[in-house]
């Protein structure tokens, strides 16, 4: 299934200032905005796209040829590191989970089928959440589920795991 980007009209109307700016897609995913924002800069504007996901570089690739576009393989948390996001006009950072990290169940993030507890969107990354599971004590496992989780119940929820 192809990742259709929520809001993707109205936060480019937004974004987009100077179709001659510099432009940063902090989370390419599999590039619905990032798509946007090109069809929407002139041939002298640039856009930077940012991800992990070494699956997203690998479509970004084969899939975005303009000159105007180049990708790097590092998450948002740099991007004070990037040089040109001084400079940048505009930066969009869409939060949610790319469909196409849903859709593989050898990621760890479907719902819908089994698959290897991973959860790793950067791959260079080498512990996964199965590592996790199997070293973190009932406390560190629930708050983890409640910093990152917002999640109200994590004691209950990290009770019942062990």
Same mark, same amino acid.
């Given at each position: ?16 200032? =100077? ?43 084969? =899939?975005?040829?303009?000159? =105007? ?73 629930? =708050? ?19």
């Amino acid at each position: 299934m192809l990742h259709s980007p929520v809001l993707l009209e109205e936060s480019i109307d937004f974004l987009i200032t =100077n179709p001659s700016g510099k432009y940063i897609d902090a989370t390419f995913g599999r590039g619905g905005h990032s798509r946007k924002i090109l069809d929407s800069i002139t041939k002298d504007g640039t856009l930077l796209a940012l991800d992990k996901d070494i699956d997203a570089i690998r479509f970004a690739e084969e =899939n975005f040829k303009e000159k =105007n576009f180049s990708i790097k393989h590092t998450g948002f948390e740099d991007i004070d590191s990037i040089n040109i996001a001084k400079e940048a006009d505009g930066i969009l950072f869409d939060f949610g989970l790319c469909s196409t990290h849903y859709d593989d169940p050898l990621r760890g993030f479907s719902f819908s089928e089994a698959g290897p507890l991973d959860m790793r969107i950067d791959k260079r990354q080498t512990k996964k959440l199965e590592d996790l599971l199997q070293t973190a004590d009932p406390e560190t496992l629930a =708050n983890i589920i409640y910093q990152y989780g917002d999640e109200k119940e994590s004691r209950k929820i990290s009770k019942g795991y062990y």
